[in-house]
């Protein structure tokens, strides 16, 4: 699902009044001894019309939280439950975050602006409210590679250095902070349900729901709105799960807190990108089970929005319900077959063929070893002898290959650059240079290489 950024005016919406005081709690933003512009992301700025901010006044909107014009007046603070890593919390909420403002982009969209590292809330509980400047760091560089990638993300929008030590027991301490900025189809998650079921405030549900179907999914309600609403986010969220594998990552916190109704991927932490096609492959070191491994994100996704349906149960009855989550698996092949061939930039042959050409493509990176990076690259558009040496999967595999036709005939960008990854090794390099050097060019070169790629996925896709 890649949506091209278009360029709009500037065009405030706050929608999330419409939904009463119960839905967030009013904060303010900490007061950050310095704010240090690192990145502002000028490609989706320009499509919610605040491209024209020079760097002083970005700092005091996206630093400083000085409100923009005719939007929110102040901050909130959402409040939600969650199961996270599959136990119930109901002791969470925005803990170092909050909803900023809501405005409309190109494509008609509602769009929020939340914040990352703002400050303390009523949802902090013992933490500081605090980012680090390399989880923001991260952050850039998961929703940058994952837009590229064709992974329908929140974009990193504002990365504002803010000149506080933080202590932290998982990397070296004291590390550097800083703020960010977040632009999403929406804050509204799972866990934003679950918390309203728990209360039993069918009233505030039936209003949630109406809210998501008309201002998120823009459709006209049916008569059974939860229902309706469960088989889109069934839709959108199988498509996720589905991108997750083609672009071979893992998000490492797939909790129903950081699910968003939209089917939106965000909320970066502890991602990684797998180098090999590898199902157990985890990104979080605190994931001793592997529940949300590489090749279990799909069943993850899926027992997520099972707790979103025991939610809507308290204005649907089940069946329909029941109903609209038994086409999951179904609609996660059908996207893993779709964005393997986008990826690989070949025409569909029909279901069976396609689903023949995937199965042999999976066999060939785990038997063969091949990257997954260096695999789609090596392949693109169908070409072979990417590879010296090939086992015997492999020649099966383009076997059936040589039979797909490429979407464009053009390869001037494969054949020419090389294969364009993201794996730790170089994430920690690029922090390396802005820890021990504050380098940053590194960091911007890489971006700049992904756009690239990014650019040239799109061009032939």
Not at 69 to 81: I, K, Q, T, V
Not at 420 to 441: G, H, N, S, T
Request: aromatic fraction near 10%; glycine fraction near 10%; hydrophobic fraction near 40%.
């Amino acid at each position: 699902m890649i949506i091209e950024p278009i360029h709009s005016p500037y065009r405030p919406d706050p929608q999330i009044a419409s939904l009463g005081e119960k839905i967030g709690d009013p904060v303010r933003a900490a007061n950050f001894p310095e704010t240090t512009l690192r990145f502002r992301n000028d490609r989706w700025a320009a499509t919610v019309g605040l491209d024209g901010y020079d760097d002083a006044a970005w700092v005091r909107h996206f630093g400083r939280f000085e409100p923009l014009p005719d939007n929110m007046p102040e901050p909130l603070a959402l409040r939600y439950h969650g199961h996270q890593f599959r136990v119930y919390n109901p002791d969470i909420g925005d803990g170092r975050g909050f909803l900023f403002a809501q405005l409309r982009d190109g494509h008609d969209r509602l769009l929020d602006l939340g914040t990352k590292g703002s400050g303390t809330t009523p949802y902090s509980r013992r933490g500081d409210g605090r980012l680090t400047l390399k989880g923001g760091v991260r952050e850039i560089l998961a929703t940058e590679m994952l837009e590229a990638l064709g992974v329908n993300t929140s974009k990193t929008f504002s990365l504002i250095e803010t000149g506080e030590e933080l202590i932290r027991g998982d990397e070296p301490s004291p590390t550097r902070s800083a703020v960010m900025v977040r632009l999403s189809h929406s804050h509204i998650r799972f866990g934003t349900f679950q918390r309203i079921a728990a209360e039993g405030n069918e009233a505030l549900m039936h209003k949630l729901i109406h809210y998501c179907l008309e201002h998120l999914y823009c459709v006209e309600v049916s008569d059974n709105p939860a229902a309706q609403l469960l088989g889109l986010a069934v839709d959108r969220v199988a498509d996720l799960a589905g991108s997750y594998m083609v672009a071979g990552f893992v998000h490492g916190v797939l909790n129903t807190d950081n699910i968003n109704i939209t089917g939106e991927s965000f909320d970066y932490g502890p991602w990684r990108f797998t180098e090999k096609w590898d199902p157990s492959f985890t990104a979080a070191y605190f994931d001793q089970s592997g529940l949300y491994a590489f090749g279990r994100q799909a069943e993850a996704l899926h027992w997520n929005l099972g707790q979103l349906a025991v939610a809507l149960r308290l204005v649907s009855d089940a069946p329909p319900l029941i109903a609209a989550l038994e086409r999951f698996p179904d609609l996660y092949q059908q996207s893993v077959i779709r964005r393997f061939l986008w990826r690989l930039g070949v025409i569909s042959k029909g279901e069976d063929a396609d689903k023949r050409l995937v199965e042999a493509a999976e066999r060939a990176m785990v038997r063969d070893q091949i990257p997954i990076a260096a695999f789609f690259h090596g392949y693109r558009g169908g070409r072979t002898g990417a590879f010296a040496s090939k086992g015997a999967d492999q020649a099966v595999f383009e076997g059936i290959l040589g039979g797909y036709a490429p979407v464009n005939a053009s390869d001037d960008y494969w054949a020419s650059n090389p294969v364009c990854a993201m794996l730790i090794d170089e994430v920690e390099m690029i922090w390396d240079a802005i820890a021990q050097k504050d380098d940053w060019q590194p960091l911007y070169q890489k971006l700049a290489h992904i756009q690239d790629l990014g650019k040239a996925l799109k061009h032939e896709g």
